[in-house]
């Protein structure tokens, strides 16, 4: 428990820091754009069991944003995180601004092939190659063991870990479980954007869940039918569907044939906001 945060906003500041903290210490990174809820929350409590030193960034970052997206609108509260931080073990809040982290004439991209293309990235073009480029320069600024994220955004989970290993970077990535809401509703800074109705039929992305996870433990094995099944209760909602797909956790390639070890994704518009979602299957 701390009363008041240490909070950081240049990159040398922050590596000065860095660089007075014992080689043999382990250090837990929390990376957020802030607006936070208690999912990230979760993450620093996972990091404050497992890690010597905990940071959490919180930086809006441009670059994983698309020109039609909600950069600008993304809410933000710096005062109100920081407040809440401070019930936590935070050591550093590492706050940059863009000037710090994209200064003029920035120019260099970290991309990962593939993975980053299909299902989120293919609906928002250019999100994960945002995402992989200002991880890897929070990275090599913090250099941290273990980076903490929440499994609500689960293809992000698998783009980084393939960043991690493919660039050698030698730190774990430390994938938490989804926070929901006491009605179902996976916590998302987004879920700000809904309005009281959008909230209740928000609803219908878990409820989908527990029709498929009902319709496979009464033995259903055509995942043709329980996507059927779930697309049809989120449109009946109001919801529009962008994927609803059954992968394999690490590869993210699509399962035709229902097994264990299997991870739904899921990504609806309710209203004009986005919501994904992920649960895992067994049988
Ligand atoms: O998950 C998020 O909040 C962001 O994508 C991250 C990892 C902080 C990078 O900006």
Request: proline share 4%; aromatic share 10%; net charge negative.
């Amino acid at each position: 428990m701390k009363d008041s945060i240490r909070v950081i906003d240049s990159i040398q500041e922050m590596r000065e820091y860095r660089s007075m903290i014992y080689e043999t210490k382990n250090i837990g990174f929390v990376p957020t754009m802030g607006y936070l809820h208690e999912g990230h929350l979760s993450l620093v409590e996972q990091s404050n069991r497992e890690s010597d030193i905990t940071i959490v960034s919180i930086y809006v970052n441009p670059s994983q944003f698309g020109t039609n997206e909600d950069l600008l609108t993304y809410p933000r509260d710096i005062d109100r995180d920081l407040e809440l931080l401070s019930k936590y073990d935070v050591d550093a809040v590492f706050y940059p601004s863009s000037e710090e982290m994209y200064p003029e004439g920035y120019s260099t991209w970290v991309e990962v092939d593939g993975l980053s293309n299909k299902f989120c990235g293919a609906s928002r073009p250019g999100h994960f190659k945002g995402v992989t480029t200002i991880v890897s320069k929070l990275i090599n600024i913090i250099r941290p063991l273990y980076i903490y994220m929440g499994e609500k955004d689960f293809q992000q989970i698998a783009v980084l870990k393939k960043m991690v290993e493919d660039l050698d970077y030698g730190l774990y990535i430390r994938p938490c479980p989804i926070v929901r809401e006491k009605d179902g509703l996976a916590m998302s800074s987004r879920n700000a954007y809904l309005s009281p109705e959008e909230r209740i039929n928000a609803l219908c992305l878990y409820e989908a869940q527990l029709m498929a996870k009902d319709m496979i433990y009464k033995g259903e094995r055509d995942i043709h039918a329980i996507i059927t099944k779930m697309n049809r209760h989120i449109t009946s909602k109001g919801g529009k569907i962008d994927y609803i797909e059954f992968v394999e956790p690490d590869s993210l390639e699509i399962k035709k044939q229902l097994e264990d070890n299997i991870r739904v994704l899921m990504a609806a518009y309710i209203g004009s906001t986005r919501l994904i979602d992920n649960f895992e299957i067994t049988v």
